[in-house]
């Protein structure tokens, strides 16, 4: 990380409280507009897919529905769902906006989601050890991670994890591996896995269950569509959230360089821990305006779609500070990522080696 | 609170299997909304008939609720819910017209006085025309007309006429059989607010007494004194309803209590949040712990848990702020609280608390 004394650190605390405080002034009627916009585009793909799936015999309707299904998944993880129980849109005092009460369309738990990602990863970022969002447990990603031999199959694990992500992100916290090293027993699981359990059959007797039910006899193909939007979002989603953090050149930290931070340093980490890709407007409204993910996690409660205007005033703030900012397209971002994932799965030496060789093509 | 409950069990519970929210009615709100927003389900949208100008700051807005809306009774209040520059707001209003009007015309009326620097009054009337649609909660209130009739006497002041029109209506529909008193206190005879319908009232039914008095027209301010209550026949078994400024609230109960007038008989209703209770000021505040959000915050002296979680950057949901409609009620996990309205102190367990009337004494966690 780029080294900044007290003093500097101070000053980019206030540069960027700054640039906070200019939004949370202007806030209103324009962001409420917005996010109803949405969430009405939402309603009505979610709708539509549900409508045409039954006439999936016809194969362009079942690509269509399901297409549509996936897109209000992805809309709805995204941009709605993750942004509300953020607390982007708190300030409406809508109940139906609200980060406390909000309930997603995905397996994973609203309340869980909130410890582990809203609290755990937000306020740990890329400090390997404390933040499970690096790697999810799953993979090695960075040198502080000791190899070992089933790290070689890690890519086997990536393709696993994001094929099933919202299962993944479901049960985030039961934290396997600290169970697998008996540092935690079942038993404190419980409460937790009752809320999974609650959650996961919920989401799995909706599309699962109820609506191929509910079309009986064309049930196999609603199933097949249902299934193939919960695919496309478990891979759009798993894809966005490892450009995010998960690129070559976003960093990583200790526990020891995070003791005690200050609110200046905090800020210095998510800049330099987290990662942006460019492209049209609606790949940022797709994932999320997670593809500001460097703003995002400067002012994780900002409503997501000022994310755009404010990245200019973070670039300058970061330009003066000479703190990288570290952004690119969305090829060249997951390309680094899928290297990582591939670099780190080979034991130091292979790598190191392999990586002097091709130093001087390397990106 | 807002929020109409859904009559069958099975289907609220299939909506929420499926749309993930704890009031799947309102799911296609947004959508609904746009198309036409008497549709909104999460509130019941009442669409602005007609904008009556009463007095200089004063005006009463005919409302046509949708027809799922499940009345009132005379005296009562409801919630309405608007949106301003994106935020909603929710505040509290009596009905001012006869539930009799609903249920011949489908029609309501709230009388809204200008409250200076009021955000929520200044855009109603500023802003509302026509057409326009707002959010209304049922009515709820316990400010009711005496069953079986018995004599009456209202004591009102300012805007605190508006649920006792209400009453008079209702009375005067029914041919209250017993004797009906008002003293309505106004500061100057400009502010008289339904003063036609009062004397149309007064001349066609002998049993209602009406008596304007203009506080701030004399010298000397003229409030309620022992003799407006002395030429009432047979106070004392009289139902009293006090609406209206504190000051005259108070003065008012102390003049009936002299007089024999007992607690049980003397109902009244409030507009601006009433009198904290006198709460002890050593034994107030405490560690608070906003469990949902891992915020620990200090608090001392008498600030509520809403004001309390705001100033420790939290946005709990939040209605009135102060402890009518409910709408920041949520779980106290352990600790004790107090009720800033009447001074009760809570258990110290789990149970439902309303943030913006609940003072902490000592450590509380609460889910927010």
């Given amino acids: 990380m780029k080294k900044l004394n007290e003093t500097q650190l101070q000053e980019l605390e206030q540069d960027l409280n700054a640039i906070r405080d200019e939004v949370l002034a202007d806030l209103g009627e324009r962001d409420a507009r917005y996010i109803r916009r949405i969430i009405r585009l939402h309603r009505t793909l979610e709708i539509g897919g549900r409508v045409m799936m039954p006439f999936g015999f016809i194969p362009p309707v079942f690509l269509a529905a399901t297409a549509s299904l996936g897109v209000a998944k992805i809309l709805e993880n995204m941009e709605i769902g993750h942004n509300v129980m953020h607390g982007q849109y708190d300030w409406m005092n809508d109940p139906n906006l609200h980060s406390q009460t909000y309930e997603w369309d995905t397996v994973c738990t609203a309340d869980s989601w909130r410890r582990t990602h809203n609290y755990e990863h937000h306020t740990y970022t890329n400090v390997i050890g404390k933040d499970r969002d690096y790697g999810y447990a799953v993979l090695r990603l960075s040198d502080e991670d000791e190899w070992k031999p089933w790290h070689s199959l890690q890519f086997i694990n990536y393709i696993l994890l994001s094929v099933l992500f919202q299962w993944g992100v479901g049960l985030h916290e039961l934290e396997s591996e600290k169970l697998r090293r008996r540092e935690i027993r079942w038993r404190d699981k419980l409460p937790f896995l ?6 996961g059959g919920r989401q799995a007797f909706k599309d699962y269950v109820f609506f191929p039910l509910l079309t009986l006899p064309v049930a196999p193909i609603v199933l097949a569509g249902n299934i193939g939007a919960n695919l496309i979002r478990n891979l759009w989603s798993s894809t966005v959230i490892f450009c995010g953090h998960f690129t070559q050149d976003a960093e990583t930290f200790s526990e020891a360089e995070c003791e005690g931070e200050s609110k200046g340093h905090w800020y210095l980490r998510q800049l330099t821990g987290s990662s942006n890709f460019t492209g049209g407007r609606w790949l940022h409204i797709l994932s999320g305006h997670l593809s500001y993910q460097v703003e995002h996690h400067v002012f994780p409660d900002l409503p997501a779609h000022r994310y755009p205007e404010i990245s200019e005033k973070v670039q300058a703030v970061c330009l003066k500070h000479g703190i990288p900012y570290n952004t690119g397209s969305f090829a060249r971002q997951y390309g680094t990522v899928l290297n990582q994932i591939f670099r780190y799965s080979l034991p130091d030496r292979v790598r190191t080696r392999l990586e002097g060789r091709s130093a001087p093509q390397a990106i | 609170m807002l929020a109409r409950v859904t009559q069958s069990k099975t ?33 019941t949208p009442a669409r602005v008939e007609q ?32 949106e301003i520059d994106g935020v909603r707001r929710n505040r509290t209003f009596s009905l001012s017209s006869s539930p009799l009007l609903w249920e011949t015309q489908g029609l309501v009326t709230l009388t809204i006085k200008r409250l200076p620097g009021g955000l929520v009054t200044n855009w109603l009337h500023d802003r509302v025309v026509p057409g326009q649609v707002i959010g209304l909660g049922e009515a709820f209130g316990e400010f009711l007309i005496p069953e079986p009739a018995q004599p009456v006497l209202f004591i009102a002041g300012g805007s605190g006429i508006t649920p006792v029109v209400s009453q008079l209506e209702t009375m005067a529909a029914q041919d209250y059989p017993a004797p009906v008193t008002l003293l309505y206190f106004v500061r100057t005879h400009r502010d008289v607010i339904a003063g036609e319908k009062l004397r149309a009232l007064a001349s066609r039914h002998s049993t209602l007494t009406v008596q304007v008095i203009a506080t701030n027209e004399s010298e000397e301010p003229r409030f309620l004194r022992g003799e407006d209550l002395d030429g009432i026949a047979n106070l004392k078994s009289r139902e009293v309803y006090l609406c209206g400024p504190k000051g005259l609230m108070d003065l008012a109960g102390d003049l009936l209590h002299q007089r024999g007038v007992t607690d049980d008989r003397i109902h009244s209703t409030f507009f601006a949040p009433p009198a904290p209770a006198q709460l002890e000021g050593t034994e107030l505040g405490g560690q608070v712990t906003f469990a949902n959000s891992d915020v620990q915050v200090g608090s001392k002296g008498d600030a509520n848990l809403l004001e309390i979680a705001e100033a420790a950057g939290l946005t709990p949901q939040y209605g009135c702020r102060m402890g009518i409609c409910h709408q920041c009620s949520c779980r106290k996990t352990s600790g004790t609280v107090i009720n800033r309205l009447t001074g009760q102190v809570s258990g110290a367990g789990e149970e439902n608390v309303q943030l913006c009337i609940s003072v902490p004494r000592g450590p509380v966690s609460v889910d927010v």
Avoid at chain 2, 16 to 35: F, G, H, M, T
Avoid at chain 2, 59 to 68: D, N
């Fill in chain 2, 51 to 82: 904008v009556i100008q009463e007095t200089a700051d004063t005006r009463t807005f005919v409302l046509r609720p949708a027809r799922r809306w499940t009345g009132f009774r005379a005296g009562q209040h409801v919630n309405i819910c608007t």
């Fill in chain 2, 11 to 43: 289907i609220h519970w299939l909506g929420r299997q499926l749309s993930n929210q704890d009031n799947p009615e309102s799911w296609l709100d947004p959508v609904l909304a746009k198309i036409n927003p008497m549709w909104v389900q999460a509130y």
């Fill in chain 1, 194 to 199: 009752k809320d999974f359990a609650r959650k």
